[in-house]
């Protein structure tokens, strides 16, 4: 039987992006595989599964300690197989022979100006040493993976394409649920959606821009922005001030992961204009929710939306508006696109992610 080692790292005890993927990776791996997840005490729960042993490396709560702790951990590590890094942890070297790590996108070295300093520094210190030095790479994307490409000439067939998936639990909801929803969160008129970090990559400020052409001529609509407030986040707010929109902009700082299919059933349309995303999640979970869903025609997007999905270019307000108004106003061509939608989420699995992340293993053991 083979015997895997899986990266966990200190992701905590919430599970949503990188740590979310893990969960269900290891959920869904089949019970053919012996799996040890290198982790730290208190990080993400993980699934009881057949064949899953945890091993804690007395190592700081610290990323970068971690890090730095797992490299140094390659004589415990030999009686694994190979080792899967899933989070683009920042090895300073491979701590196994066969080493396989997932890249979820590489924009802090593609586009700097969207990252911290901080974070593209460490990723520039890092990820290319965990990128040239894998025996094979995942990436979520076609996007992702044409950038590893370019930026670092990896040969094509040293690189998988394994998109990711949406939780079950983001599918229609009835009616009760939603009414709750709108209750709880105070959502008395019909609203627009956005899910996603505050930050200047999701490019709030050309949906802000849309949907003060939107509300001229369909003044009863809200825009609800569903996230936290991240890196940069005060321009969002001075052009909410600035648009004179402040009466017509929810901000929810957090809705708990139980309420968040209830709140893409309640809108009307979910809208994510990013210049960039790896693999977006939320679009997903909006379709498997059976909303209409406009997207940006940058990065993943297109490949999640697919040929019949609705791009817009991200620096076009008015083409962003003009979107938004046919799918709030032709109940025909809504009720097309959600039927899409619908049948396009099915194509995502965990469980097709995990077996091709399987085959990867199979080719990297050959």
């Known amino acids: 039987m083979i015997h895997a080692g899986i990266l966990t790292g200190n992701l905590g005890h919430r599970r949503a992006g990188v740590a979310n993927y893990i969960y269900h990776l290891v959920s869904h791996l089949k ?12 990080s993400i729960q993980l699934p009881q599964v057949e064949n899953l042993a945890p091993y804690y490396p007395l190592i700081p709560y610290n990323t ?21 890094n899933p989070a683009q942890f920042p090895l300073p070297k491979p701590c196994h022979s066969r080493y396989v790590v997932t890249i979820h996108d590489i924009t802090a070295i593609t586009m700097p100006e969207y990252h ?34 370019k930026s670092f000439s990896i040969p094509d067939e040293q690189i998988s394409v394994i998109p990711l998936a949406a939780d079950i639990q983001f599918r229609p909801c009835n009616e009760e649920g939603i009414q709750r929803v709108k209750s709880a969160y105070s959502l008395h008129r ?22 003060s052409i939107l509300i001229k001529h369909h003044p009863e609509y809200n ?12 321009e969002v707010y001075r052009i909410v001030e600035q648009l004179s929109l402040t009466s017509n902009i929810i901000f929810l700082t957090y809705v708990s992961h139980e309420d ?22 939320p679009p997903l979970e909006a379709m498997q929710c059976g909303v209409p869903v406009i997207v940006s025609d940058r990065g993943s997007l297109p490949e999640i939306v697919g040929p019949g999905g609705c791009m817009v270019s991200p620096d076009d307000p008015v083409a962003i508006s003009e979107a938004m108004i046919v799918y709030l106003t032709d109940n025909e061509k809504r009720k097309e696109q959600i039927r ?20 990867v293993y199979r080719k990297l053991m050959e």
């Not at 970068?64 to 899967?84: E, I, T, Y």
């Not at 825009?223 to 005060?234: M, P, T």
Request: hydrophobic fraction near 45%; include cysteine.
């Open 190 to 211: 019909p609203f627009v959606l956005f899910v996603g970090t505050i930050e200047p990559r999701k490019n709030l400020p050309s949906l802000l821009r849309a949907f």
């Open 260 to 281: 968040l299919p209830a709140l893409y059933c309640a809108a009307a349309l979910f809208v994510l204009p990013s210049w960039y995303e790896g693999f977006g999640l």
């Open 340 to 359: 899409y939608n619908l049948a396009r989420a099915k194509i995502f699995s965990w469980d097709r992610c995990a077996e091709e992340t399987q085959m």
């Open 116 to 149: 911290t300093r901080y974070r593209t520094l460490y990723s520039c210190w890092f990820l290319p040493t965990n990128i040239k030095r894998a025996g094979h790479i995942i990436s979520d994307s076609v996007a992702t993976k044409n950038d590893i490409i």
């Open 223 to 234: 825009l609800v922005i569903a996230g936290q407030n991240g890196w940069k986040y005060s």
């Open 31 to 42: 019970s053919n595989l012996n799996i040890t997840t290198i982790g730290h005490h208190g």
């Open 64 to 84: 970068l300690l971690w890090s730095f702790g797992v490299a140094l951990q390659k004589s415990n590590l030999k009686k694994l197989d190979f080792v899967h």
